[in-house]
């Protein structure tokens, strides 16, 4: 991540490499690390946490979710709340793109911010140009 990248939002795919400890994870430590010592600010939209939760949920049942959860809130990560500004956001481009809707709140996030985006999902591709991205 540059360090001049003053906010960056993570979208589930890019927790979830830190979670599950796969490939990218390291990037996604090194950011939180910047934002634990407050070089950075690293957000996640409560929708995209979502993701995360039931993603971990499904695959390994819902206590370890609930846990999963708890550490996360550990994390030096802003949560956004909904909001009809955002949410406006991204129906907009929900309409427009070929994007999961919750990747949407993640981009709508990012461009609102303008924030880097964070993330392991090819799908943002067709956001290059309009949001800034990287992968991981």
Avoid at 54 to 69: C, V
Wanted: hydrophobic content about 50%.
């Amino acid at each position: 991540m540059r360090d001049d990248a003053r906010e960056v939002v993570l979208d589930a795919c890019a927790l979830l490499r830190l979670l599950q400890d796969e490939p990218g994870a390291e990037e996604v430590d090194r950011l939180l690390c910047a934002a634990q010592a407050g070089r950075t600010r690293a957000l996640i939209h409560i929708v995209n946490l979502g993701e995360v939760i039931y993603t971990i949920g499904k695959a390994r049942g819902w206590e370890p979710a609930l846990r999963t959860r708890s550490e996360i809130s550990l994390l030096p990560l802003i949560v956004i709340p909904f909001s009809e500004d955002l949410f406006w956001h991204a129906v907009e481009l929900k309409a427009r793109y070929r994007m999961s809707y919750a990747d949407c709140f993640a981009a709508a996030l990012a461009i609102t911010a303008h924030a880097t985006l964070l993330t392991s999902d090819p799908e943002f591709e067709v956001l290059r140009g309009i949001v800034k991205l990287k992968h991981i």
